[in-house]
C-alpha cells in the first residue's frame, strides 16, 4: 500500500490513502426474502364503521399518556464505550496529523458527502477535504450491517445518482449490503477516496475570527484550517442504550445492531433483543431463523406495513433509462405522494411515469381550514391504522401476542415500518414476545434479563434501541463567531437556523441534514440533494462577489424558526404519540425536523436566493 499521506504531482495537492481494509466478510441474511403469499402482502380492509371517534381518541391517549416519561436513553460512554467500536474495519490505517489548510472540509462521507462531492466537483471546487469516523464511505450503510437490512424507502427513488452512475438496484428494497457497495463504487468513480480522512473523528470546529477560518481539530491529533465547513453527518448517526439497572452486571455477549457483531455466532443460542423499532423490524425475521430461543423485548409496537418486496424486472432495467432523467423524476414523483404510505402509495404505474396521477386528490365543497383538513387527515389516518392492526389480528396466531403487537396511535407518528415476515415470525415456537409494555425493560442481571418477576436467560442481548435523533455536531463541539457553541446557541435560544441550513455567529457553516432543514418531504436522499445543490449555489455566488464570509440575519433565523414552530404546531396531531421525533415528548416545537412539506421549504428557499436578503457578507451581521 502506498503511504496514507502524499502529494499529487498534478495538483500539488495532498492525497490520502486511509480507507480501512475490511475486518470481515462474513455477513448474514440479506433482506432479500420475496414473500408471494397475498395475505402476507396486502392490508385487509378497514372493519366496517371504523371512525376516530372519542372512544378511539381516548384509548390513543391513554396509550400515550401510560408511557410518558418512561424513555430513558444514555450515551455510550464510560463502560459501554465499547459499544461503539468499529468492528466492520482493520485498525486504522497509520498517518501523522495533519496541521494544514483546505478550502472545505466536510464531515462524513455517507450519502450526504458523496452527493455534495459530486456537485462540488461539477461547479469546479477541487480543494475539498473529508473528515469520516469510520473506516471506508456509506455513513449510515457503513455502521448498520445487521441480518435483514435493507432500505424501506424504494431503492430507485432513495439511491442518489442513479443515472450519473449507470445504475439500477437490483431489488425495491436493496439490501444494505447492495447499497454499501453502491456507495463504495461511487467513491472510486469520483475519486472521493483520495480527498477522505477515514478513522479520523472531528471533535471541534472552532470559527478563527482573524483568520476567517474554521479550525477542525480530530481525534488524530489533526488541526486543520478550512474556509468552509459542511456538517454532513447525518440525522441517526448516534446510537444510543436504554438505560437500565444491572446492565453493566451482564455476562453473556451484547453488542448494539449499529455496531452487529458477527464474530458472536448466533446459532443455537438464546438471544434477547430490546426494541421493536424500525432496525428489529428487519433484523427479528432473519435471526429467528437461527437462533435457538429468540426473546423480543418490546415496550411500544410499531406499524408494520406491506414491504411486497420484489426483483427488478429484465423490462425495467431495459425501459427505465431510456427516459432521460428517469431517476430523478422518479424520485420527484414519490415525492408527491410520499406524505403517508411510501412502500404501499409508490405505485410504480405512477412512478415509472405511465400514468399522469396516481389516485385524484380528494376536493371538497369548499375550502377547508388547515384545522379541518387536519381533521380529515386524521380519520383516514385512523383507517389505515385499522388496517394495519388488523392485519396484525389476520396474521398472529396467538391472541395475546396480537394484542400486544397492536400500534394505538396515528400512522407515521413514529417511523413507519413495512415488513412482511415480521409478524408470521412470532407464530415460530422459538420466539418469543415479552411485552413490557409502558415501561420497558427495568432491570438486567448476570443471567438475562427481568420482568415482571420472570427471569429470561439469555446468551446474547442486543440493543435495538437507536440512536439520537438530529443530533448535528453532537459529538462535534463547534464555536462560532462569539464564542459560543452551536448546542449552547440551541439550548438558550432554541433551535434557530435559515432553511436548516445556516445558523447566525457560525459563518461559513453549512448543515445538511439537520434540524428544521427541509426540501425532500422525510426522503434524506432528496433532502441532501437539495442541500448539496444550495451549498453550491452559496459557494459559486460567493465566488463570484469574491466574498470571504456569509452569516445570516437574527430577522431571518427568528422569522424562520417561527415558521418552523408553526408548521410543527399544525400538523403536531399526527405525531401525539411518545418518539423520538419529538424527542419522547420533550421537543420544543419546530426545534427538530421541518414539517412544513417541500413545496413551503423551496418557496422560502427562492425567495432568499432571489431578493438576498437573509444574507450577510463578509462582516458580522447586527
Ligand atoms: P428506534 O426506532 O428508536 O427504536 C428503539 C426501540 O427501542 C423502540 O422500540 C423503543 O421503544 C425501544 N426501547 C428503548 N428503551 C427500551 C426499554 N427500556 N425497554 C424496551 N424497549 C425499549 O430505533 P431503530 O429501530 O434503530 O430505528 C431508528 C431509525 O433508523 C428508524 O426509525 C429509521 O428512520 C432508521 N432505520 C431505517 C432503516 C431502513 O431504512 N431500512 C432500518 C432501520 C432503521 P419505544 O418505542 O417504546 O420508545
Not at 461547479?123 to 469516523?133: L, Q, S, T, W
Not at 399526527?574 to 412539506?597: E, H, Q, T, V
Amino acid at each position: 500500500m502506498s503511504e496514507a499521506v502524499s502529494i499529487d504531482p498534478v495538483t500539488g495537492r495532498k492525497k490520502f490513502n486511509t480507507r480501512a481494509a475490511k475486518a470481515t466478510d462474513k455477513i448474514v441474511g440479506k433482506g432479500y426474502s420475496i414473500v408471494s403469499d397475498e395475505k402476507l402482502t396486502t392490508l385487509p380492509e378497514p372493519p366496517a364503521g371504523a371512525t376516530f371517534n372519542a372512544a378511539e381518541q381516548r384509548r390513543y391517549r391513554e396509550f400515550k399518556e401510560a408511557r410518558a416519561g418512561a424513555a430513558d436513553y444514555m450515551a455510550m460512554e464510560g463502560a459501554f464505550s465499547k459499544y461503539l467500536d468499529d468492528v466492520y474495519s482493520e485498525p486504522p490505517v497509520e498517518r501523522d496529523a495533519l496541521h494544514d489548510q483546505c478550502e472545505i472540509c466536510v464531515i462524513g462521507a455517507g450519502f450526504g458527502a458523496l452527493l455534495l462531492w459530486y456537485r462540488l466537483r461539477q461547479a469546479g471546487f477541487e480543494d475539498v477535504r473529508f473528515c469520516e469516523k469510520g473506516g471506508d464511505v456509506g455513513g449510515t450503510w457503513y455502521w448498520n450491517r445487521y441480518p435483514g437490512i435493507a432500505c424501506d424507502v424504494e431503492s430507485y427513488s432513495y439511491l442518489p445518482l442513479l443515472e450519473e452512475m449507470g445504475y439500477i438496484p437490483t431489488m425495491k428494497f436493496a439490501s444494505g449490503f447492495e447499497i454499501l457497495e453502491y456507495c463504495q463504487t461511487m467513491a472510486e468513480r469520483f475519486n472521493f477516496y483520495e480527498r477522505c480522512l477515514f478513522h479520523t473523528t472531528v471533535e471541534q470546529t472552532i470559527w478563527d475570527q482573524d483568520s476567517e477560518r474554521w479550525i477542525v481539530k480530530t481525534d488524530r491529533g489533526d488541526s486543520m484550517q478550512a474556509r468552509f465547513v459542511v456538517l454532513a453527518n447525518g440525522i441517526l448517526t448516534t446510537p444510543k442504550l436504554a438505560r437500565i439497572a444491572g446492565m453493566e452486571t451482564f455476562a453473556g455477549e451484547s453488542f448494539h445492531t449499529s455496531r452487529w457483531d458477527y464474530q458472536v455466532d448466533l446459532k443455537d443460542k438464546r438471544v434477547g433483543i430490546i426494541g421493536t423499532g424500525a432496525t428489529a423490524v428487519q433484523v427479528v425475521p432473519e435471526i429467528a431463523k437461527v437462533v435457538k430461543e429468540l426473546y423480543v423485548f418490546q415496550r411500544t409496537p410499531s406499524s408494520i406495513d406491506v414491504r411486497d418486496q420484489r426483483e427488478t424486472t429484465p423490462q425495467e432495467y431495459a425501459t427505465w433509462p431510456n427516459e432521460p432523467n428517469w431517476a430523478v423524476k422518479r424520485r420527484e414523483r414519490l415525492a408527491l405522494i410520499s406524505a403517508g404510505r411510501t412502500a404501499l402509495q409508490g405505485n410504480d404505474d405512477f412512478l415509472s411515469g405511465k400514468v399522469d396521477h396516481y389516485k385524484a386528490r380528494k376536493s371538497y365543497d369548499r375550502e377547508l381550514t388547515p384545522e379541518e383538513l387536519v381533521q380529515r387527515q386524521l380519520e383516514t389516518n385512523f383507517r389505515i391504522m385499522e388496517q394495519i392492526r388488523a392485519r396484525v389480528d389476520a396474521i398472529v396466531k396467538d391472541p395475546e401476542t396480537a394484542a400486544a403487537l397492536k400500534p394505538y396511535y396515528p400512522y407515521g407518528c413514529k417511523r413507519p415500518t413495512f415488513h412482511d415476515e415480521f409478524l408470521p415470525t412470532f407464530n415460530r415456537p422459538n420466539v418469543h414476545l415479552v411485552d413490557t409494555a409502558p415501561l420497558g425493560v427495568r432491570k438486567i442481571n448476570r443471567y438475562g434479563i427481568v420482568h415482571d418477576g420472570t427471569e429470561y436467560p439469555l446468551d446474547v442481548l442486543i440493543y435495538a434501541t437507536g440512536f439520537e435523533w438530529m443530533g448535528t455536531g453532537s459529538f462535534n463541539m463547534i464555536r462560532g463567531r462569539d464564542g459560543r457553541t452551536l448546542r449552547g446557541k440551541w439550548e438558550a435560544e432554541g433551535t434557530k437556523t435559515f432553511l436548516g441550513i445556516h445558523s447566525k455567529g457560525f459563518p461559513n457553516l453549512f448543515i445538511m441534514n439537520g434540524p428544521q432543514g427541509g426540501g425532500g418531504q422525510f426522503n434524506f436522499t432528496r433532502v441532501s440533494e437539495m442541500h448539496a445543490k444550495y451549498i453550491v449555489w452559496m459557494l459559486e455566488t460567493m465566488r463570484s462577489k469574491d466574498a470571504r464570509t456569509v452569516d445570516v440575519t437574527t430577522d431571518a433565523e427568528d422569522e424562520y424558526a417561527q415558521h418552523c414552530a408553526e408548521m410543527d404546531l399544525l400538523s403536531a396531531p399526527f405525531r401525539d404519540c411518545i418518539s423520538y421525533y419529538n424527542n419522547d415528548g420533550k421537543a420544543k416545537p419546530g426545534s427538530l425536523a421541518y414539517y412544513g412539506g417541500g413545496k413551503r421549504w423551496h418557496d422560502r428557499r427562492m425567495a432568499a436566493q432571489e431578493s438576498m436578503a437573509p444574507y450577510f457578507f463578509d462582516g458580522a451581521p447586527a
